[in-house]
């Protein structure tokens, strides 16, 4: 399995030091997020994440299949994760790696078994038809903040995307293109957003949305999945060097913040799309009614 | 000189001596201890588990088994044992451990990958040990230079599976052994069984570093001659002993213990490195077994394994055959369960007599 | 199986009998596979979790490439859970785990892994390979705080140096009072109340607050998060407590046997 290469004994020396002075090698504030830059597709579903050089695209899709068995009355959500040589060398196509587990994992965790997507309003016909919904998301290119990064831009996709409209009428199911009736955006009961945090000197000192550098060189992290309402959905440090409880509290609180501005921004981007799509939409029936 | 250990409430009875103010302590005519040695009484001493404080005294010096902050002068222990004291030095000695070599530690080893010039061996150590081809005694003559035909051989000397009896040469920085055979002693081990028990890595029952680990048994009931290799990582030989006929192309490894590590005076046989047992008597293979039992129930017993215990145990042993085989009961050798917990009790009331 | 905890404030007891703030039976043995290296069985309540190491030992196989430039001793867990475990038999998993894959273990075995290799003192043996084999007998809640136990006892058994206990424990919150917004912690959950309501693991290093391990997955207002951290971090103590009790009744029975 090729690895990422580690840092020299002088890189990792000269980013600790730095730290000790709470000096970030790229000059942000400790609890400071890289740029983020949120942008769609032409399609509904489709988000383009950039979180300093990372970028994630989600694509969202959906099909109709019958239901499991014992969920009569839930549609099927599935997320893929995409970790591929594309976005760095030390990834391996074809093989799971350690990282695409953690990541599926967290992103199953935070994005479904939280419910942040109702299952039940994916149901068409009960134990017959239900919606199929795959997130793929692919990683572009990797400079740490992966889960950030995915979780933001699986969202963002899942918020950005409609699914086509359906109507059931004594047992049969009409499926609605796009230009009958407008496609319907998807039930999401919360905005859960992923926010990481990596301990540096035994604990005592945390940093926001490491790059993959200060992540190799960090003795360990938590992932703290969040909505901006203030439930936590998710915690997560698994191993690594031990912190104090307090201050575990405390990146906890410091990643209620950061989800908050992170859910800001998500809207922002999302609303910004929705008046550059209606004004689309605007033209759309101009055209129609030229036809007509 | 005031220092404190400091200890958990509920053990602090059972410990030994602790008198914070002792003067004898840090001076050599301690009396209370045992004189600092390697093998340190350990019934009289109690348990340190995992970070707990040992002591919090600058003065000691910190050994194996403990640890400190860099902030404070604190000794913590990192593992569960005893503690040790040699002069300054503190160290915790595991219960259980695996064995770490030490150069001129007698071993018993099993080679499991043969490379182009040396053999990887098995000792139970963290790493597999190496044993170079120049580290053996060649066949055919004494001090024959290594060439490069004996490389293309090198099978012919161990293969994958080979047991062999070394000693440690030297250990390397990362902890792993280099062995060397040039002895009529070491060499390839056959016309015997194989025991695995823990190793000298713990404090509890065991192969312990003793004067003797090699020695001959004349054994009972006609049995004849049978040789024991207590390896000190817990591996174990006994087999049948053919010193006695030193007969030309038979040589083996059966010289007496007497003889030095760099004796090459000795001529090495033609044979040492065969691979077919010689022809065994059932008597012998009786005492083999009856030694092999006793090896395991002393280790069940959680005593110690060095010649005095084996040697008890097996005069026990043969003793307690006269008195428990007239049950008839159904595999009346086997020296398990209630029969070798006698034997291990009869051992250790010998060896204390002996010390009386 | 929707189960009714609701009845938990009408006499502050829990479904089980316990209080709030009380373990279930914790009980361990070590030493008990005499061919491993060290061993341990661990049952809390009905989970019931054995552990063996093997190693350190050389890196051997496919693994030695990854491992032969590491200057440290690399952890790694193998979690096999029996078929019969559970309450619903499931296939595949049975016996020595073949037909793991489940991302559930993979995580747990991470988990640990990387909880271990940062408290054992690796750096004592280099090229070297520890391996942590957990074997689920029983599962009723819990399972990742029992294979935290398991494993630190097995450890101290095979005499691998470490800085402390690894001790973990689940702590949960009930559901709320009808009424009123105050939901009391729970400690130690048992598999059906770990179905029904939020609950967190949380491992620590000693009985100190170092958190080593803290796992949530549930969703739970963050305000609450400390109130259980708290009665878990405090479960962990009464853990460590006991786990200890083990190590020195086993290493008194070694000391009374051996006779020098």
Redesign the interface.
Known sequence: MPREAEPSINDRAFLLQALQENIRLDGRALDAYRHLDISFGDDYGVADVRLGKTRILTRISASITAPRPDRKFDGIFTITTELSPLASPAFESGRQSDLETHLSRILETSLRRSQALSTESLCLVAGQKVWALRADIHVLDYDGGLIDACCLSTLTALRHYRIPDTSVKGGDLTVYTSLERDPVPLALLHHPVCVTLNFFESGEKWLVDATLMEQQCSEGEIVVAANPQGEVCLVQKGGGGEVDALVLLRCVEVAMGKVRELGKAMDGALAKDAKRRDKGGMSRELRAENER | MPFTITLPAPLSPLHHNEPSDSPSLDSDGDTDMPPPSKRPKLSTRSIVTPGETVTDDPQWMRGHGTYTHPTSPQILSSVAGTLLKTNKLLSIRPLRARYTPEIGDLVVGRVVEVQTKRWKVDLSAPLLAHLPLSAINLPGGILRKRTSTDELAIRTFFGEGDLLVAEVQSVYQDGAASLHTRSLKYGKLRNGVFLSVSGTGGGGGGVVRSRRQVWTVQTANGGGEVDVVLGVNGYIWICKHVGGELVEGKGGRHAGAGMGVNNLEEKVGEGMYENRNESIGEETRWEIARLSGCVRALVEGGCRVDEEMVMRAYEASVEDEGVGGEEGEEGGEYLGGERGRRVVREALRAVHAARE | MPLDTSTYHLALLRLDGRRWNELRRLHAQI?TQASA??SSYLEMGNTKVICTIA????VRGAARR?GAERDN?VVTVEIGIAGFSGVDRRRGGGGGGKGRGD??T??MQ??????????L?TH?????TITISLHILSQDGSLLAACLNAATLAL??????????IVACTSGLTPPKSGTESADPLLDLNGMEEQELPW?TVG???AG???????????????R??GM??VG?DGCKQVREIL?GV??R???R???????
């Open positions: 030493s290296d060290g190693g350190p030992a050389e990854e001793a991302k559930r993979t995580e991470n988990t640990i892994a990387s909880a271990f290799q940062s408290t003192f004592l043996y280099p090229h070297s101290i058994d095979a005499g691998v140096p470490m800085s402390d206990y967190l620590t290093l000693g607050e170092r958190v080593s391990v803290l796992v949530l997955e549930s969703r739970v207002q963050v305000g998060l400390e951290l708290a971090v200890d190590v020195r086993q290493g008194k070694v000391l009374e046997s051996v006779i020098s």
